[in-house]
């Protein structure tokens, strides 16, 4: 198993400009996840998904769009890229989710954005 | 809004010494989680506790539960440069998303 798959590992983007990240898992988890990691911060929830079809706004969602068709793939996509945007993004999935407090998060490599 | 405050944010030892890095909150989680992540790469689970109180051993790193389930501690004895990365707690509430500390950086030299 790859486990979970991030592409692109880097990018450079210019202010205004779009951009997709894509992200895949290959261990039919239900829920998947988008965070962003800035430095000294942790990390915050974008959107998440719990099965194809639905998602769902988590805590900084602003600036950014999901959508979940398989429960493989959960792409990310910027429309208006801005400096505030500079950030890591991780994608990360689970079989369980919410539903127990013991569920795991998996987590992909990151992909590390610049907005210039 | 549940917040999860690590201390300390930095920690930089030298190869044998021993640590304790703590997570602490004002809520009540029905779980606490323990991750490393390593320069470049994503988060990695090392431990979740359930029960107020439980202590789970994961070789040379001591995680404890608080009675109230309110906080936690990671101790760590003799460490190595091996054990050098972003330590994240996180705390799961009923139904809701994970929430995560800011997180602990620590540098083990030789």
């Known amino acids: 198993n790859a486990g979970v798959t991030q592409t692109p590992k880097f990018r450079i983007l210019k202010i205004g400009q779009s951009m997709t990240l894509q992200c895949a898992q290959d261990?039919?988890?239900?829920?998947m996840y988008w965070y962003r990691q800035d430095p000294g911060m942790g990390l915050k929830l974008i959107y998440y998904s719990v099965g194809a079809g639905i998602t769902d706004k988590g805590e900084v969602p602003n600036g950014y769009n999901v959508s979940r068709s398989t429960t493989e793939d959960f792409p990310l996509r910027l429309e208006l890229a801005a400096p505030s945007q500079t950030s890591v993004y991780f994608c990360?999935?689970?079989?369980?989710?919410?539903?127990?407090?013991?569920?795991?998060?998996?987590f992909g490599p990151g992909t590390r954005l610049t907005v210039l | 809004t549940q917040l999860l405050e690590q201390s300390p944010q930095f920690l930089s030892i030298q190869e044998g010494e021993n640590l304790t890095v703590y997570c602490n909150s004002s809520?009540?989680?029905?779980?606490l989680q323990w991750y490393r992540q390593e320069p470049g790469e994503g988060p990695v689970l090392l431990v979740t506790?359930?029960?107020?109180?439980e202590v789970k051993k994961l070789k040379r790193l001591t995680f404890q539960f608080g009675d109230a389930r309110k906080d936690s501690s990671l101790h760590i004895t003799a460490a190595q440069p091996g054990d050098t990365g972003l330590y994240l707690c996180?705390?799961?509430?009923?139904?809701?998303?994970?929430?995560f500390g800011k997180g602990t950086t620590l540098s083990v030299s030789s």
């Open positions: 996180a705390g799961a509430g009923a139904g809701t998303a994970l929430i």
């Open positions: 990360a999935s689970s079989l369980n989710g919410m539903t127990s407090s013991t569920d795991t998060q998996y």
């Open positions: 809520s009540v989680f029905s779980s």
């Open positions: 261990m039919n988890h239900n829920y």
């Open positions: 506790v359930v029960t107020g109180g």
